[in-house]
């Protein structure tokens, strides 16, 4: 009991602590970083659209490196949604496992890092249980200066229901305004429909406690509305 912990004790700095100037988390962008070798992470999301029927989601998605792979951040998602349908609301629920290779290391004093994304979604539903999507992702992260990251996400997804594959792009920028608060922006789609919008304030809670996302966001899912969503990591 002792030893657990102890470990537990270490773990949780890690757990925890998330950098102002990150992506990922809610965004649907993501930037080149991964996680230092043995940390772990835990992201966590709710959401709500203000179109009715209201369509919500709420998601948690642990990550990990591992000494083994100390260049590869592993995570999967896990998310809950009421999703509009003919009857009104539908629930269903979606796994998504996903690899982060790191091929440029991202460091404080780097002006830049590159990255490798891949991953699939599976999707249960009342009467459907099927593999969705599969992607890959190619992740840029450029730092012109101290306080800025810009991202660039440029892949391909495959639709196994639509038969078809599409381009992915994302854009995203995350700029310290003061130190422990940052504002962050993202755009991201594919051939096909109206981008995605995102764009919100994240705040640290202090050193070792998590970081704090409110975010407003448009067409997060097939029906075009406007967002809310908070996250925590």
Request: overall charge positive.
């Amino acid at each position: 009991m002792t030893r657990a912990l102890l470990a537990l004790s270490a773990a949780l700095p890690l757990l925890l602590q998330a950098p102002a100037l990150a992506q990922g988390g809610p965004y649907r962008v993501d930037d080149a970083a991964i996680l230092a070798t043995g940390g772990v992470k835990l992201d966590a999301a709710w959401g709500i659209s203000f179109r009715r029927p209201r369509e919500t989601e709420v998601s948690l998605t642990p990550a990990a490196t591992f000494r083994f792979l100390p260049r590869a951040e592993i995570s999967l998602g896990i998310a809950r949604s009421a999703e509009a349908a003919a009857s009104g609301r539908e629930w269903a629920t979606r796994l998504s496992p996903r690899v982060k290779i790191e091929l440029v290391p991202l460091a404080e004093d780097s002006p830049f890092g590159l990255a490798l994304a891949t991953g699939l979604s599976w999707r249960t539903a009342p009467g459907a249980n099927r593999l969705e999507t599969l992607e890959a992702i190619g992740i840029l992260s450029v730092r012109p200066a101290e306080a800025l990251t810009l991202n660039l996400n440029l892949g391909a997804e495959r639709d196994r229901e639509a038969r078809r594959t599409a381009p992915r792009w994302g854009l995203g920028a995350a700029w310290e305004v003061v130190g422990g608060t940052a504002l962050v922006a993202a755009s991201s789609g594919s051939d096909r429909g109206r981008a995605a919008l995102q764009g919100g304030v994240r705040q640290s809670l202090g050193e070792g406690l998590p970081t704090l996302d409110l975010v407003l966001g448009r067409n997060l899912s097939d029906r075009r509305g406007s967002w809310l969503v908070l996250g925590l990591t």
